[in-house]
């Protein structure tokens, strides 16, 4: 036992030495008192009164409930398409707007068969030829450019190079007739009444 | 024999050929192609069950209302000062009248122009439905022949700037094209004849086709060639030479079926 403590006497001791503080002893018990702090007391903190920090707290919980409704409410509200939505009058006047059925004879219904099955067979034909022409077109250029490589290398690379001006690449279809020449088109400013959404 | 197989060898390595740039220079169809006897009855049969699905419109309604009111004035019964009122104002068959009236008032421009009565081959204005390829007439050798506008190819430059420059060099400045991308569009080669073969050593021409589509402008005289002729498929088949016609029409996509 004594072995023990006077072990740690001594080790204790040995820590001690450089700090100053006193001891009333250098025995086993080392008794030290601790370092005194020169500050001033803790100022005691202000109360708020609990009602006053409930609303508080109520009304920052109302501000984001908000927010987030607002939110909510902007994902569920579509892009109106005036086109889908029916007048509600016009469902109301079904009856009136509907159309005599018609009858048609035997030998209508067989001309309609005979015009539909001339369609079908026509644009049969159709596909199979524009499949000709894109297999020939293909092989067109293939053959063009298996040549060109034979030729010269540099040459093939630059025939394969993207070009890059062929993009944003807009085309006007053909009408059903040609435009006027020198056409004055009537006086008029024009308005775009297309509506926008955000 | 195996002599003979060496020097033909020997001699295929040292064959030279021309490299030439060939130019598909196309003016698209400006108005559609009028529709066939099949597409005309299906149209009138698609409109049949359109209609017969359909509903009345407003206008059909209001056309029905004029109807029954001018059979009750007619007829004497219930005179009513609204009716009166709405009877003076325009009917819907005055409306479709007046619609009709401008209609027929406005001239549109003829689907068929001047140059396809006078057949002018060289105008742009000729076939509009159709699509039109520039061709030339030039000299090789003594003779003529109709090709499409083509050109040696220079040292340093790419194919595509040849075509180009062919373009320049067979139009002049004043036409505005769209070529379609760098790589050609098809191939084509010939061999010159003998004596032009033994006298410059060139064995024949690979021609590399490149196709553009006209923007706007024209032709310009030029000394490249003789005479010049916008043409549709049909007529390329006529004009131009048999085995270089074939190669050609692999490329032109706006053939008809029965061509």
């Given at each position: 036992?004594?072995?023990?403590?006077?072990?740690?006497?001594?080790?204790?001791?040995?820590?001690?030495?450089?700090?100053?503080?006193?001891?009333?002893?250098?025995?086993?018990?080392?008794?030290?008192?601790?370092?005194?702090?020169?500050?001033?007391?803790?100022?005691?903190?202000?109360?708020?009164?609990?009602?006053?920090?409930?609303?508080?707290?109520?009304?920052?919980?109302?501000?984001?409930?908000?927010?987030?409704?607002?939110?909510?409410?902007?994902?569920?509200?579509?892009?109106?398409?005036?086109?889908?939505?029916?007048?509600?009058?016009?469902?109301?006047?079904?009856?009136?707007?509907?159309?005599?059925?018609?009858?048609?004879?035997?030998?209508?219904?067989?001309?309609?068969?005979?015009?539909?099955?001339?369609?079908?067979?026509?644009?049969?034909?159709?596909?199979?030829?524009?499949?000709?022409?894109?297999?020939?077109?293909?092989?067109?250029q293939q053959r063009a450019l298996n040549e060109l490589r034979?030729?010269?290398?540099?040459?093939?690379?630059?025939?394969?190079?993207?070009?890059?001006?062929?993009?944003?690449?807009?085309?006007?279809?053909?009408?059903?007739?040609?435009?006027?020449?020198?056409?004055?088109?009537?006086?008029?400013?024009?308005?775009?009444?297309?509506?926008?959404?955000? | 024999?195996?002599?003979?197989?060496?020097?033909?060898?020997?001699?295929?390595?040292?064959?030279?050929?021309?490299?030439?740039?060939?130019?598909?220079?196309?003016?698209?169809?400006?108005?559609?192609?009028?529709?066939?006897?099949?597409?005309?009855?299906?149209?009138?049969?698609?409109?049949?069950?359109?209609?017969?699905?359909?509903?009345?419109?407003?206008?059909?309604?209001?056309?029905?209302?004029?109807?029954?009111?001018?059979?009750?004035?007619?007829?004497?019964?219930?005179?009513?000062?609204?009716?009166?009122?709405?009877?003076?104002?325009?009917?819907?068959?005055?409306?479709?009248?007046?619609?009709?009236?401008?209609?027929?008032?406005?001239?549109?421009?003829?689907?068929?122009?001047?140059?396809?009565?006078?057949?002018?081959?060289?105008?742009?204005?000729?076939?509009?439905?159709?699509?039109?390829?520039?061709?030339?007439?030039?000299?090789?050798?003594?003779?003529?022949?109709?090709?499409?506008?083509?050109?040696?190819?220079?040292?340093?430059?790419?194919?595509?700037?040849?075509?180009?420059?062919?373009?320049?060099?067979?139009?002049?400045?004043?036409?505005?094209?769209?070529?379609?991308?760098?790589?050609?569009?098809?191939?084509?080669?010939?061999?010159?004849?003998?004596?032009?073969?033994?006298?410059?050593?060139?064995?024949?021409?690979?021609?590399?086709?490149?196709?553009?589509?006209?923007?706007?402008?024209?032709?310009?005289?030029?000394?490249?060639?003789?005479?010049?002729?916008?043409?549709?498929?049909?007529?390329?088949?006529?004009?131009?030479?048999?085995?270089?016609?074939?190669?050609?029409?692999?490329?032109?996509?706006?053939?008809?079926?029965?061509?």
């Open positions: 036992m004594l072995k023990l403590f006077s072990s740690v006497a001594m080790h204790s001791q040995s820590v001690l030495v450089g700090i100053r503080n006193f001891s009333t002893s250098g025995g086993p018990l080392l008794f030290r008192s601790s370092v005194p702090m020169f500050a001033e007391p803790l100022k005691k903190k202000k109360r708020l009164d609990p009602q006053i920090l409930k609303a508080r707290e109520d009304r920052k919980r109302k501000k984001i409930e908000k927010s987030i409704r607002k939110l909510e409410k902007v994902s569920k509200t579509l892009k109106p398409i005036d086109e889908v939505q029916l007048m509600a009058t016009l469902s109301n006047e079904r009856d009136i707007r509907q159309r005599p059925t018609v009858v048609h004879s035997n030998d209508k219904l067989e001309e309609n068969l005979v015009v539909a099955k001339a369609w079908s067979m026509y644009k049969h034909d159709e596909h199979f030829f524009n499949l000709q022409v894109i297999n020939d077109l293909e092989y067109s034979e030729v010269s290398e540099d040459l093939y690379l630059a025939a394969v190079d993207i070009d890059e001006s062929l993009l944003t690449c807009q085309l006007t279809g053909p009408v059903e007739t040609p435009p006027i020449e020198n056409y004055q088109s009537p006086d008029g400013e024009y308005i775009d009444i297309s509506k926008k959404w955000d | 024999m195996l002599k003979n197989f060496y020097s033909r060898m020997h001699s295929t390595k040292q064959v030279k050929w021309d490299i030439m740039a060939g130019l598909c220079l196309q003016r698209k169809p400006i108005i559609t192609k009028s529709l066939t006897e099949t597409e005309v009855n299906f149209q009138n049969f698609l409109q049949e069950i359109e209609f017969e699905k359909s509903l009345k419109s407003d206008h059909e309604l209001r056309h029905e209302k004029d109807v029954k009111r001018m059979e009750k004035l007619k007829s004497g019964k219930v005179i009513d000062f609204d009716d009166m009122d709405q009877a003076s104002n325009q009917s819907a068959q005055d409306y479709v009248d007046k619609n009709k009236e401008e209609l027929l008032n406005f001239k549109f421009a003829s689907r068929s122009t001047k140059a396809d009565e006078i057949n002018d081959i060289k105008s742009l204005k000729r076939k509009l439905d159709d699509n039109l390829v520039l061709i030339v007439k030039q000299k090789f050798g003594h003779d003529d022949f109709w090709v499409l506008p083509q050109g040696l190819w220079n040292d340093g430059e790419t194919l595509r700037e040849t075509a180009e420059r062919i373009l320049r060099e067979s139009c002049g400045n004043k036409i505005n094209v769209s070529f379609y991308g760098n790589a050609p569009c098809g191939f084509y080669k010939y061999k010159y004849p003998k004596q032009k073969r033994e006298q410059s050593n060139v064995e024949g021409a690979k021609i590399f086709f490149f196709k553009a589509k006209l923007l706007d402008g024209n032709v310009e005289q030029k000394d490249t060639w003789t005479d010049y002729e916008w043409s549709t498929v049909p007529e390329l088949n006529k004009k131009l030479i048999q085995p270089y016609m074939k190669n050609v029409k692999l490329f032109l996509s706006n053939y008809n079926v029965n061509t």
